[in-house]
T-cell receptor, first 115, second 113 residues
Framework: QQQVKQSPQSLIVQKGGISIINCAYE??????FPWYQQFPGKGPALLIA?????SEKKEGRFTISFNKSAKQFSLHIMDSQPGDSATYFC??????????????FGRGTQLTVWP | EAQVTQNPRYLITVTGKKLTVTCSQN?????MSWYRQDPGLGLRQIYY???????DKGDVPEGYKVSRKEKRNFPLILESPSPNQTSLYFC????????????FGPGTRLTVL
């Protein structure tokens, strides 16, 4: 059973637009929600992460919005660029605010940004 | 250069022939982990290790074994590979003091016929 549900599976956005990827979970024991970015032929790399006591976290053009009551969180990429074209994974852990230990991933979203 | 290395990078084998995928890191990291990546299924954790001689199951440990006899190495062993273990495998490492950063290896593409 998928612990973290991610949508959409694929996303096409025009350059300069906003990319939005959504994730949902059921297990309220999760206490850390990272996002990973993966380029073709490479391993994933941590992009940004949030704890459930915060509703929003922003790093440059990347923002995580977190809705604890709905058990949903989303990644927003503002002013999307062709270089953002990659696969994005949301994840969740219950390791006291750490990704070290059991880590559950969504199925991934393939983002394509058209120039 | 600080890195996580995996060997082999590509492997085609047959059902039932035992194999080992090695993972080595030169950063003195305590934590190491194995993941598999399959189209449409995303990444799934196989095993992880918080330190030498300490290993725990991830989401999909069936059919795999690991050992952590020394800090730098975390081999993944498939005693009797089956076609459903055809996948892209990633090893990752991290210092315990870091809650976020996992350094991923380049991946091993395994095909089991």
């Amino acid at each position: 059973q998928q612990q973290v549900k991610q949508s959409p599976q694929s996303l096409i956005v025009q350059k300069g637009g906003i990319s939005i990827i959504n994730c949902a979970y059921e297990n309220t024991a999760f206490d850390y929600f990272p996002w990973y970015q993966q380029f073709p032929g490479k391993g994933p790399a941590l992009l940004i992460a949030i704890r459930p006591d915060v509703s929003e976290k922003k790093e440059g053009r990347f923002t995580i919005s977190f809705n604890k009551s709905a058990k949903q969180f989303s990644l927003h990429i503002m002013d999307s660029q062709p270089g953002d074209s990659a696969t994005y994974f949301c994840a969740a852990s219950m390791n006291r605010g750490s990704t070290l230990g059991r880590l559950y991933f969504g199925r991934g979203t393939q983002l394509t940004v058209w120039p | 250069e600080a890195q996580v290395t995996q060997n082999p990078r590509y492997l085609i084998t047959v059902t039932g022939k035992k194999l080992t995928v090695t993972c080595s890191q030169n950063m003195n990291h305590e934590y190491m982990s194995w993941y598999r990546q399959d189209p449409g299924l995303g990444l799934r954790q196989i095993y992880y290790s918080m330190n030498v001689e300490v290993t725990d199951k991830g989401d999909v440990p069936e059919g795999y074994k690991v050992s952590r006899k020394e800090k730098r190495n975390f081999p993944l062993i498939l005693e009797s590979p089956s076609p459903n273990q055809t996948s892209l495998y990633f090893c990752a490492s991290s210092p315990l003091k870091s809650t976020d950063t996992q350094y991923f290896g380049p991946g091993t593409r395994l095909t089991v016929l």
